[in-house]
């Protein structure tokens, strides 16, 4: 299995490549040779994903092991226990996520060669993806969470790098700040995490971590703050490194604004995969979560839970597409993030984990779809507002049936594969929680809503609506991987998922529930019926509906001022409180050590540069004085220390 | 005596072949023939630093204990290869000019010649065979440093340093004598178990220690340092302050190790004072040089305080941290050196204001400078970084308070020399100049040698491989 490294190592090279030397090239050659060594890399890990899957990864016991694809070389060691190892492990979520993201991936960059035609940066651009792909799927295959830790915080830094890529624009420069910082901010609660579980456990390796009978777990009895056992704050620390990458709440207001990056980046990172990136931890962690901090679980569940409703309220008064598909994709997130939290261990009880990792995988494809036909819109548009949009549906044949694919998928619809994925999501929360469950079932309906008034403004309403220039359908580089994307989101959800992941890694029988089924696919259609009545045809409706509401559709599409909040506790309270007294200890103390020093040595230095005098007799002088003064104070201290005084 | 005593001793075996190759073809080449003098003579010295790499590790004895040699001391001979290797590269430029290409052998030559010194210090096992390797190593570096004679800078410091090393090297023999006198041998390992602390031996081992601090460049042994790295040719001046200060920090160190153990009480807080001094007063003087190749010849006055700072903790980790600083402060100097002969060889330009703008003019240039002036300050994650910090561990390691004293002062010293590596840098990146230095070319020996350096800086601390085998080769007392 070492190929496996190539998949890792082929971005990197690429990234360097394209970094220093993408200046010279032409930007097709740029563009062509990223997608190349794209292509090779998605072509490793299929080819990985059915060596692991059909031949190799089943142990005896049918379930599927752990294998390491490339021995951990140890990096950097601290103890003989404690150590930071770098390597390639295999297990049935990473090789599924390879192929996930690899796939987007390719989809991205055949895209981008379309739809970034012409940009200034356009070597840049395709530089910073290959750093993001590298780094992705170096987080997924990580055999340690210290590994895991590097690469999370490389794909923040390729993804600060995209946002901004229009770095001429203050709003994207504005964004891609608030992107890093928030997320910085979360990931400093995953480090505290990482070093709590560490310090405790000896260990950062995810196996050792992962066992069930793991003997470290008796290394936490005792250790407590505040009452709360130290395991639970470790994970409780590292599960908010994971919500502010997957933008939960109350972490989710960089990703709406994330949305100032190009549209093709926004599709790869901002809805396929970085953002998955904390329920793949969490997933990954599943084990210590179910039986060391099961709290932390059930605190898990409802930050999903309520995070999707709250989304899909946000996403149904937006009026900028993209960040409609922006809340849309925090609240599929949530769902996903909610099904790990009902989740169990083995059997049947495990489906939530399963139905988890289902809905992220159906989830980026359709979602990435839906990104890139938003893509082509805004190509051929020039605005993300819809109300520059109407009755593009002859204009854009493709864009729209792949797009309406994409929407009845995340809808729920039969027999589109986000209907398998929400409907295992939804049986498992019914067993588990029927609060939870109420959320999601809510967050279903709007969800069918808010893509059909999507979907209705943009190629229906107003049909009669009047362009400056015709738009026409882009170019076949945008065209095919939209229409591949629209084939995966078709079609995934008839992979059989629980024979290939659970949480206990043993397959087992995932049928589906008819009651949960019929009821979320009517409340779908609810969702969509609604829909149709307000948006199919340009009307007032619309209007009445939210003066109807009043208030509460003024707060709705001010995000229920979640930005104000955070800012209120920035600017207010941190800056005030924390800020101001650490400034005036930098500015005084430090400052003033650090200017005391350069006073004192610049002073001296003056006082002394007659010592360096250019005559050697006085060089010869002050050696041999030197000599004799260490002979001098040593013998006389050494008489004295003999002779006892 | 059995003459295959001499067949152990393979690394200065292969030195003097690649000596004698050398000056036979310098000799009887034919002027055409010595067109591609240059090239082989470096990869003459290419194949000598590998074939170093494959010498057996066995400890072995030759010469009835004359002659010492083992892992460690292969490992110290291999890490100045590397640096008299890049050290050639380098000196291309300055030596195909006309008034130095009919004598270019000789630079080979001298520099072989001293190196081959400093291989007997390292390896020697009695005070008389490190005298003769201290003797070989310091005489023929004062035709190299005057090398450029019919320049009054250069010959002054040939001058100064001919004077001030045969000064020490008296000193150094008067040390040893009484050191004779006192244990009746001039082997380590008898003078090892006949020693004792009496004002006596105190006052011959601070004789004796002094002219390798005088080789270290330690204050107040140091004053002649810096005028000599300024009149120097700039290579001679890169190989006086890496090579030769790394080889008696080496010596030294052995020295320390094998024969002094008993008066450790001793010598640490001599060695304690003198590395405070060191790194301040270097660093003091360093920050009014306006004159690059003077703030490098303080600045690395000042980093032998640091190198010393893990001599003295006497353990195998300090012996690693010694070496590992050695092999990173090589790499550093190297880079920063390179940068100012490159410039200097073109332009004669060495002051820092002339270096103002230099970014806009020549990037690579530029960004060479700063990375390894990032180095010699140890800004994480260059190399010198890693090496300071090793080295402060291994001086923490005893626990002894006035060691974590003595690393909080270097600590803040580190602070203070930032500022002027730092103001390098400024001048490159910040300062403007309406006649920056133009946009330069460099010969290709000089661009293989600066990447080396670089990827050195970069390579050696974060890949571990590198500690962790100075690491198994190391010996404590």
């Not at chain 1, 509460?552 to 001022?561: N, R």
């Not at chain 1, 400034?583 to 005391?596: K, L, Q, R, Y």
């Not at chain 2, 330069?440 to 800086?457: C, E, F, H, P, R």
Request: overall charge neutral.
């Amino acid at each position: 299995m070492s190929y496996t490294l190539l998949i890792i190592v082929l971005p990197a090279i690429m990234f360097l490549i394209l970094g220093l030397l993408g200046g010279k090239m032409k930007p097709i050659i740029a563009g062509t040779l990223g997608t190349l060594s794209l292509a090779v890399m998605t072509a490793l890990s299929y080819f990985t994903a059915y060596e692991y899957f059909f031949r190799i990864g089943k142990g005896a016991s049918g379930a599927y092991e752990t294998l390491m694809a490339v021995e951990p070389y140890q990096w950097l060691k601290f103890t003989d226990k404690l150590h930071i190892d770098l390597g390639i492990m295999l297990d049935p979520i990473s090789v599924m996520m390879l192929v996930v993201i690899t796939t987007v991936s390719l989809m991205v960059h055949i895209y981008s060669l379309g739809y970034m035609k012409g940009e200034k940066g356009f070597q840049r651009y395709y530089a910073f993806l290959s750093l993001f792909s590298f780094s992705m799927l170096g987080l997924v295959v990580a055999t340690n969470i210290f590994q895991m830790y590097i690469f999370w915080e490389l794909v923040g830094v390729s993804s600060y790098s995209l946002i901004s890529f229009y770095y001429t624009k203050p709003s994207a420069v504005a964004a891609s700040k608030k992107a890093f910082i928030v997320t910085r901010f979360a990931d400093l609660f995953f480090l505290v995490g990482i070093l709590i579980l560490s310090y405790y456990s000896g260990t950062f390796d995810f196996q050792t971590l992962t066992a069930l009978d793991a003997p470290y777990l008796s290394s936490f009895v005792g250790a407590s703050f505040l009452g709360i056992s130290a395991l639970t704050w470790a994970m409780l620390f590292i599960f908010m490194g994971g919500a502010g990458k997957s933008a939960m709440m109350p972490f989710h207001i960089w990703l709406p604004d994330a949305m100032e990056g190009p549209t093709p980046a926004s599709a790869l990172i901002h809805a396929a995969t970085m953002v998955v990136a904390g329920v793949f931890l969490v997933a990954r962690l599943f084990p210590i979560y179910l039986f060391g901090a099961p709290e932390v679980l059930t605190i898990i569940g409802y930050v999903g839970g309520i995070t999707s409703v709250y989304a899909a309220i946000v996403a149904c008064t937006q009026t900028d597409i993209k960040r409609v598909l922006a809340f849309s994709t925090i609240s599929q997130i949530a769902y996903m993030i909610t099904a790990l939290g009902v989740s169990g261990y083995s059997g049947h009880d495990g489906l939530g984990y399963m139905a988890s990792m289902f809905h992220l995988f159906t989830h980026a494809f359709f979602k990435a779809l839906l990104f890139l036909g938003a893509g082509a819109i805004i190509h051929a548009v020039h605005s993300n507002e819809m109300d520059d949009m109407g009755g593009l549906k002859k204009f854009l044949p493709i864009t729209h049936i792949t797009f309406l694919i994409a929407c009845l998928a995340i809808a729920g619809i039969p027999p589109f594969s986000g209907f398998f994925s929400k409907d295992e999501i939804l049986a498992a929360a019914l067993h588990h929680d029927k609060f939870l469950f109420a959320c999601l079932f809510l967050g279903a309906g709007l969800t069918a809503f808010y893509m059909f008034r999507l979907y209705y403004r943009i190629f229906w309403n107003d049909t009669n609506k009047h362009y400056h220039h015709a738009p026409h359908e882009a170019g076949a580089t945008m065209t095919i991987p939209l229409i591949i994307l629209a084939v995966f989101s078709v079609f995934s959800g008839f992979v059989p998922f629980a024979d290939f992941i659970s949480a206990d890694r043993m397959p087992f029988e995932a049928h589906i529930d008819m009651s949960v089924a019929i009821s979320s696919v009517l409340v779908a259609l609810l969702g969509i019926g609604i829909a149709t009545a307000m948006y199919f045809k340009k009307t007032d409706m619309p209007d009445r509906v939210s003066n109807g509401v009043g208030n509460f559709y003024k707060w709705a599409y001010h995000k229920f001022y979640f930005d104000e909040l955070w800012l209120f506790v920035t600017r207010k309270i941190i800056f005030n409180c924390i800020s101001k007294p650490i400034a005036w200890f930098d500015h005084t103390i430090v400052d003033g050590f650090m200017n005391a020093l350069a006073f004192v040595t610049n002073s001296t230095s003056d006082k002394i540069k007659g010592l360096q005098s250019g005559r050697i007799q006085q060089y010869a002088g002050v050696y041999l004085s030197g000599a004799l003064v260490i002979v001098a104070v040593f013998a006389f201290c050494l008489v004295c220390y003999i002779c006892g005084y | 005596m059995n003459l295959s005593n001499y067949l152990l001793m393979k690394p200065e075996l292969s030195l003097i072949a690649v000596f004698l190759l050398l000056i036979f073809y310098d000799l009887f080449a034919s002027d055409n023939a010595k067109k591609y003098y240059f090239p082989i003579a470096c990869l003459l010295f290419l194949v000598h630093t590998v074939y170093c790499f494959f010498i057996s590790k066995d400890v072995l004895t030759a010469f009835g204990g004359m002659y010492v040699t083992g892992a460690a001391q292969i490992t110290m001979k291999s890490v100045l290869n590397i640096g008299v290797f890049l050290i050639f590269l380098q000196a291309n430029e300055w030596l195909k000019k006309p008034e130095s290409i009919f004598k270019r052998g000789e630079f080979f030559m001298l520099t072989i010649l001293t190196l081959l010194g400093m291989y007997l210090m390292i390896s020697s096992g009695s005070f008389m065979i490190f005298y003769i390797g201290l003797e070989m190593a310091s005489l023929p570096v004062a035709a190299l440093v005057a090398f450029d004679k019919y320049k009054n800078n250069s010959a002054e410091a040939g001058a100064k340093y001919i004077f001030n090393a045969i000064f020490s090297s008296a000193i150094m023999v008067f040390g040893i004598s009484f050191l004779y006198g006192a244990c009746g041998t001039l082997y380590f390992d008898d003078m090892f178990q006949s020693i004792y602390s009496s004002p006596l031996i105190i006052m011959a081992m601070v004789f004796f220690l002094s002219g390798l601090f005088f080789k270290i460049s330690l204050v107040p042994f140091h004053l002649w340092a810096p005028d000599v790295y300024q009149g120097a040719p700039t290579n001679v001046t890169l190989y006086l302050s890496t090579i030769s200060k790394g080889a008696a920090v080496f010596a030294l160190m052995i020295i320390l190790y094998k024969v002094f153990p008993a008066l450790a009480g001793i010598w640490q807080p001599i060695i304690w004072i003198l590395i405070l001094l060191t790194i301040t007063i270097g660093n003091l003087f360093a920050l009014r040089q306006k004159n690059l190749k003077r703030l490098l010849a303080f600045s690395s006055i000042s980093q032998a305080g640091y190198i010393m700072l893990s001599v003295f903790s006497g353990s195998s980790a300090g012996m690693s941290a010694t070496i590992f600083y050695v092999f990173v402060y090589v790499f550093s100097n190297l880079a920063a050196f390179g940068v100012i002969s490159a410039i200097e060889n073109k332009t004669g330009k060495v002051n820092m204001d002339d270096y103002n703008g230099l970014y806009l003019t020549n990037p690579k240039l530029a960004l060479v400078m700063m990375v390894s002036m990032f180095s010699l300050g140890g800004i994480p994650f260059t190399a010198g970084f890693f090496s300071k910090l090793f080295v402060f561990m291994a001086a923490m390691e005893s626990g002894n308070p006035w060691n974590t004293v003595l690393v909080f002062l270097a600590l803040v010293n580190t602070v203070v020399s930032l500022y002027y590596y730092l103001l390098v840098v400024k001048a490159m990146f910040i300062n403007k100049n309406d006649s920056p230095i133009e946009t330069l070319n460099t010969d290709s020996y000089l661009k293989i040698s600066l990447v080396a350096s670089v990827v050195g800086i970069f390579c050696i601390g974060v890949i571990n491989c590198f500690y962790e085998y100075i690491n198994t080769v190391s010996f404590g007392f």
